[in-house]
C-alpha cells in the first residue's frame, strides 16, 4: 500500500488542523493504520492507531483528549483531528499502516509496515 499525508501547516497554539493520508495499492482494509510524529532532534513517537474497520481506536498520553483518529473506507482514507494544539505538537506527522491486523493496536512504530512521506505541523506561540 501507497500512503500520502497531507494536511500539515501553520497554526497558532489553540487552533485546530485536520491531517489526511491517502491510500492507493492493496486493499486499504487490510491494514491497521496509525500516526507518528517526530520532533526536530527527538525520537518517533507514537499518536494514535485505528482497527481495520474503525471500531478500535488507540491515543498516545500526550494527545488524549486533543486528537481524534478516524477512518474512511470508502475513500481509503485516514484522519486526524487535532484540537487545541500546542506548541509541543510541532513535528512532521506520519501515518502508516499495520498488516499484521492485530489487537492491541500497536504503539511501536517498528511493528508497522508502510509508512507515508510527512506532512509538517508547525505550530506557534
Known amino acids: 500500500v501507497q500512503l500520502q499525508a497531507s494536511g500539515g501547516g501553520l497554526v497558532q497554539a489553540g487552533g485546530s488542523l485536520r491531517l489526511s493520508c491517502t491510500a492507493s495499492g492493496r486493499s486499504f482494509t487490510l491494514y491497521n493504520m496509525g500516526w507518528f510524529r517526530q520532533a526536530p532532534g527527538k525520537e518517533r513517537e507514537f499518536v494514535a492507531a485505528i482497527s481495520r474497520g474503525g471500531g478500535i481506536k488507540s491515543y498516545g498520553d500526550a494527545v488524549k483528549g486533543r486528537f481524534t483518529i478516524s477512518r474512511n473506507n470508502g475513500i481509503t482514507t485516514l484522519f486526524l483531528q487535532m484540537t487545541s494544539l500546542k506548541l509541543e505538537d510541532t513535528a512532521v506527522y506520519y501515518c502508516?499502516?499495520?498488516?499484521?491486523?492485530?489487537?492491541?493496536?500497536?504503539?511501536?512504530?517498528?511493528?508497522?509496515?508502510?509508512w507515508g512521506q510527512g506532512t509538517l505541523v508547525t505550530v506557534s506561540s
Open positions: 502508516a499502516a499495520d498488516r499484521s491486523r492485530t489487537t492491541p493496536l500497536e504503539h511501536d512504530a517498528s511493528a508497522y509496515d508502510f
